[in-house]
């Protein structure tokens, strides 16, 4: 009770037109969420991208047993801090293991340090449009249903471009002729939806990306091996973290397939179910990992384990799987994983990412993988 | 419709949950006319056995409950008690490995064996008379009136178990107790020079193995130890509420409750924090209580074990504790006895005494 009150005296010292907003790095969410809260307007500081300079940060001001996605999510809301950010914003998810945590303690750790703001937290449990609706209405005051409109249709037409984008990259990088081009055409685009501001540009976002990519001169014939990259949804979509590993297999001639995409976790989060026509991600994991698990634990086990054994009924020749040092979830999904690739005849490589791991090492890891993979490949075509 | 035959038996590993429920799955078992066996007592070769089946990232104490099922197998135990604690309050949820005890132990041991795995969810409206009732059914056993009666009696031993180590019987005497039908009061405290709370969770501390024997140890030196099984889960809750925390994990009262409590009622001199290496939720709390010692001046130690844990180490470290908070106490002591006016010379006296014994 008490601190809600010092909370609400906090909120009225910053004035909604003085807001100057934060969140943490969280894949390339900050395109869509930017234009959603200019929309409503608000002020956007972008916290630079993660790296090593990021990463020590964190780990500077956080205990050691904590996660990795912590601590650099910690040093995002110190640099966004240093760079005027007045709120900072936080999904969080309780039912989802430390991530409900992480809130409470990145608060205490950025107060102690001595730092003001205000903290809005977006509670991601289950469906809650309406929470959110109220949330986004809480941070920028505004009460003008167009702009909540623009807002959305913006945010959201840019998440699925830059989603297809991606998409796309994936399966141009390996089978390109020229290296590089499909790179670049992406972060052409990504450059492209980060600036368009208009509602009818941005819902032609999608088919223009999808031309685009089309011109891009590759080797249709080419055989490429197929490998899904799965584990905790932060390292996943941050490619500081995991390396770039997506390019990284790219360039070594694999299509990557991802199946946390931003977008599809937005949608399960935010659209009441009964909205749902398809099957959601969730529930097509919660099926196909019923042989193995039968209930989910937090995190983004039970994922992990549905999508191997998708991957391995649908022509997937290997899953990475990739989760931070000390990740919960992902330690039982690591127990559950060597059944899994026995019983459905599937390669499964699990990489644990911390703070010390050497790049050499992990590539030597990756690439021997892949030759097995590949060797596999050859023998099966015999 | 084939009817499933009732299972008579049934093996509860000693380890996890087992420590702080074993008196209620006993009660209720044992009024189901369940026969219930349990695994043997942690060895080191318990651990050696558990760290072949999972892998090397796991905390120590998933280990050590993959050794115990192992272990009951090999007795010839067939039917294994392996329960999924999800949350124990709305949004109040454990640790995922936990949470995931039976996925673990489905996937990692490949011997035909029967699991029976009750989930208990109060997020998603699972209460304990469904875990019960679940439990029951998977055992062949439907009829509500006999599930309803056997919970109640596994509560009457649950109850007349924390009663008596609320007076501050140790555990392994009142579980013997409670397990003998009956029911036995301390009625005198031992007033010892020092006192220290322990906060674990339960399967780390009362492990003899895994704590390696932290209590006795303690005791050893002269040092009354108190546990979470002294106060009661309602004083727990509000010491927390008291010191401005809120429940965050399902096993979180047994660390941050039970330290809040004596941090608040000034009761102990020190704090010991005991969890198992690389224990996520426990960092956390740990770091969340010692926040508040720094505060108040209380000293805190946090000892980590894994199966690599070397006995000597280990004592050295609890003996350095001991030491410094024996030189705290007898300073207080010093300064509280004597009047304001002679300050001075009390603090050469200090000084004094902090290195002569720092040599
Ligand atoms: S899922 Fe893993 S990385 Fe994410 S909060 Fe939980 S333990 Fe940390
Ligand atoms: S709470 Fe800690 S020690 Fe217990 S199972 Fe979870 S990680 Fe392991």
Known sequence: METEQKLAEKEIKIRAKDRIIAWPRMGRIDIPLKALVQSLGAKVVIPPANSNEALELGVRNSIEGICLPYKLNLANYMMALDKGANTLMMFQAPGSCRLGNYTKMAQKTLKQMGYKFDMVIFDMYKSKMVQTLQAFWHVTHCLNPYCYYKGFSLGFNKLFAIDTAERLLFYTRPRELNKGDAEKCYHKWLKIADETNSVRKAKRLKKQVIEDFKKIPIDKDKKVPKVYLIGEFFVLLDPYTNQNIEKELGEMGVEVQRQIMFSDWLEHVLKPSIFYKKESHRERCVKYAKKYMKRAIGGECIETIGDTVYAAKHGIDGIIHISPFSCMPEIVAQNILPKVSKNENIPVLSLVLDEQTGKAGYITRIEAFIDLIKRRQQKYAI | ?359
């Not at chain 2, 009024?31 to 318990?46: I, P, Q």
């Not at chain 2, 905390?59 to 039917?79: M, R």
């Not at chain 2, 050469?348 to 005494?353: F, L, M, Q």
């Open chain 2, 1 to 359: 419709m084939e009817k499933k035959t009732v299972l008579t038996k049934i093996g509860i590993p000693r380890a996890m949950s087992y420590y702080n429920n074993f008196l209620f799955y006993y009660g209720f078992f044992k009024s189901l006319g369940v026969e219930v066996v349990l695994s043997d007592k942690t060895t080191t070769a318990t651990i050696n056995e558990g760290t072949k089946y999972v892998v090397s990232d796991t905390c120590f104490p998933i280990k050590v409950y993959a050794g115990h099922v192992i272990n009951l197998l090999n007795k010839g135990c067939d039917v294994i008690f392996v329960p999924s604690i999800q949350s124990t309050g709305y949004k109040v949820n454990n640790c995922s490995k936990i949470r995931g005890l039976p996925e673990i132990i489905r996937n990692i041991i490949n011997r035909p064996f029967i699991m029976i795995e009750p989930t208990l969810d109060k997020t998603e409206n699972i209460g304990l008379y469904d875990f019960c009732k679940n439990t029951a059914c998977q055992l062949g056993i439907t009829d509500t009136k006999e599930i309803k009666k056997a919970m109640d009696a596994g509560w009457e031993m649950y109850n007349s178990f924390m009663e008596m180590t609320k007076s501050g019987i140790s555990y392994n005497e009142a579980l013997n107790n409670a397990l003998n039908g009956k029911f036995v009061k301390k009625s005198v405290d031992i007033v010892k020079p020092l006192s220290v709370v322990i906060m674990a969770h339960g399967y780390n501390l009362f492990d003899e193995r895994i704590s390696l024997n932290l209590i006795k140890k303690l005791e050893k030196m002269g040092v009354k130890v108190y546990t979470s099984l002294n106060i009661s889960r309602e004083q727990q809750q509000e010491a927390l509420k008291k010191l401005g925390e809120i429940q965050y994990w399902a096993n979180e009262l047994e660390l941050t409750g039970c330290a809040a409590h004596y941090l608040l009622n000034k009761k102990v001199d020190g704090i010991i924090a005991l969890s198992a290496f690389g224990c996520g939720p426990d960092s956390l709390m740990v770091d969340e209580i010692s926040h508040h010692c720094k505060e108040k001046g209380m000293p805190l130690i946090h000892l980590t074990i894994d199966e690599h844990t070397g006995e000597a180490g280990f004592i050295t470290r609890i003996e350095a504790f001991v030491d410094m908070l024996m030189r705290k106490k007898r300073n207080t002591l010093i300064q509280n006895a004597k009047p304001k006016a002679k300050a001075d010379i009390i603090n050469i006296k200090k000084e004094k005494i902090l290195t002569g014994s720092a040599k």
